[in-house]
């Protein structure tokens, strides 16, 4: 006859299995949701019991109480995150670099024939056609479509410059916004974790949803984390404290100081300016504070060349005689030129009005006289710039190499530590991730252990039957 015990083991055994399914079909449900971990139900045998008792005479042993769900584990390598989360935040750092400077090389399009090169070399040329017949009235208009065409293009590529570094400005505000977002999940997440693991129970999803926000926060700010004995986890950036077991620190953005007044620094509660020692934002701040600074200062200097050198030989000129019969030439003492720098560099207006105030004689009367024409064409080689080292054409093609070379980097930086964070992340996946294939079969055996133990309980139920209602029918 069954014992009780005997039917309570199964009847353990048809619970337990139920429960490995549902794990199964948990895992099989979140295959696609990021950041989720695979767990799987760690089966332990139940406290035997003795068999020894009144109806023996002597003990067997102890038998057996069946199957029952030690823990639910969850598959996580915290080698894995850390190594991971460092590299990732390298390379979201290059990967805002790349976009960044991607989006400035199109704003320049020195590729193309609207670069501000051809531009300098239409320039020149227009010079030295107006030198091959100084008198020539619409060479002199064309030669002010091409200084007012110089001078637009350095006015557009600064206001490009400017608007792309307020974009960034507007990208750090939503990023710090993101990451105060993170930093508090993680410290409401901290919370629930340590509450639910002080009562013996495992808190995987919850657990999920922390990696996943830390994964996100390092990627932001390069931050790092430690999983403190109660659960909680302590996150920091570049060795200051963001996180810390409920408590989350709120960062700020407050305008820089003048010159740059325009522009937001990241700050601590304690008025200590944030340094991001990766991430995006690094990246982020790193090219609005550096490389586009770079580029300002250098089309400033290029301008102010231009305006210089091009002015100081033009008020030593003369232009061509105005009217019948024929004055001296009149000195025009006009700059070409207004303004001093990339952003207000100008055709001076005098000479759009009076074409004839164009000097390019270095003598009055003397209208084919071209010596000064020839020598501003001549800046073209001339070596004006950097204490005498350099044209102002080899000036600006040395800020464009180094441009593209510093583009070239990041995209180089952004693919390398792209291809380690993917190798990672494998690796990862490989420990954490839900394969589909094994959860079937990690199913079909929960299934067949299932359907033994509920058969286990039938062959009871006939074996209590026989006992029960066709024992005893003798002499009845």
């Not at 332990?44 to 069946?66: D, F, I, L, M, R």
């Not at 290029?302 to 030439?329: E, K, S």
């Amino acid at each position: 006859m069954p014992s009780l015990s005997s039917i309570t083991t199964s009847l353990q055994a048809v619970l337990t299995q139920s429960h490995v399914l549902e794990i199964t079909e948990h895992n099989i449900a979140n295959a696609s949701t990021p950041g989720y971990r695979r767990q799987a139900a760690l089966l332990t045998a139940a406290v035997p019991s003795s068999t020894g008792g009144s109806e023996y005479v002597n003990s067997a042993g102890q038998k057996g109480g069946g199957v029952t769900i030690a823990k639910i584990q969850r598959f996580n390598l915290e080698f894995f995150d850390g190594r991971f989360r460092s590299v990732s935040a390298e390379t979201k750092n290059w990967e805002a670099q790349t976009d960044i400077l991607n989006q400035l090389e199109a704003t320049l399009a020195e590729t193309s024939e609207d670069g501000l090169l051809p531009k300098l070399d239409q320039f020149w040329a227009g010079w030295q056609s107006l030198a091959s017949d100084p008198t020539n009235t619409s060479l002199r208009g064309v030669l002010l479509d091409d200084a007012s065409a110089l001078a637009t293009a350095f006015n557009r590529r600064m206001a490009q410059i400017d608007q792309l570094r307020s974009d960034q400005n507007l990208s750090v505000v939503s990023q710090v916004e993101k990451v105060n977002s993170l930093a508090d999940e993680v410290a409401s997440l901290n919370a629930e974790i340590a509450h639910v693991l002080s009562i013996g129970e495992q808190p995987n999803d919850l657990m999920d949803k922390r990696d996943l926000a830390l994964d996100q926060l390092s990627e932001l700010t390069g931050s790092v984390s430690h999983e403190q004995k109660n659960g909680e986890m302590v996150v920091s950036i570049g060795g200051h404290v963001l996180v810390v077991g409920h408590e989350a620190i709120k960062l700020t953005t407050k305008p820089k100081a003048a010159p740059d007044s325009g522009m937001l620094d990241v700050y601590w509660a304690d008025n200590q300016v944030l340094v991001p020692p990766s991430g995006k934002l690094k990246g982020t701040l790193e090219v609005r504070d550096q490389i586009l600074v770079d580029q300002i200062a250098g089309l400033d200097t290029l301008a102010a060349g231009v305006i210089q050198q091009v002015n100081a030989i033009h008020v030593t000129g003369y232009g061509p005689t105005t009217a019948v019969p024929v004055p001296p030439a009149l000195k025009t003492e006009d700059n070409f030129f207004t303004g001093s720098n990339a952003r207000d560099i100008q055709v001076n207006n005098a000479l759009v009005l009076d074409p004839g105030k164009i000097a390019t004689a270095d003598a009055p009367g003397q209208a084919g006289n071209n010596a000064v024409a020839l020598q501003i064409a001549g800046l073209k080689t001339f070596k004006g710039m950097l204490s005498g080292t350099a044209s102002l054409n080899e000036f600006y093609n040395a800020q464009v190499t180094d441009l593209a070379v510093t583009t070239q980097r990041a995209a180089t930086n952004t693919y390398q530590h792209g291809l380690v964070a993917k190798a990672l992340s494998d690796q990862r996946e490989s420990v954490a991730g839900v394969s589909l294939d094994e959860e079937a079969a990690n199913m079909a055996k929960a299934q067949k252990a299932y359907q033994a133990a509920a058969r286990m309980l039938t062959t009871f139920d006939e074996l209590l039957d026989l006992v029960i209602n066709r024992m005893g029918l003798a002499g009845r």
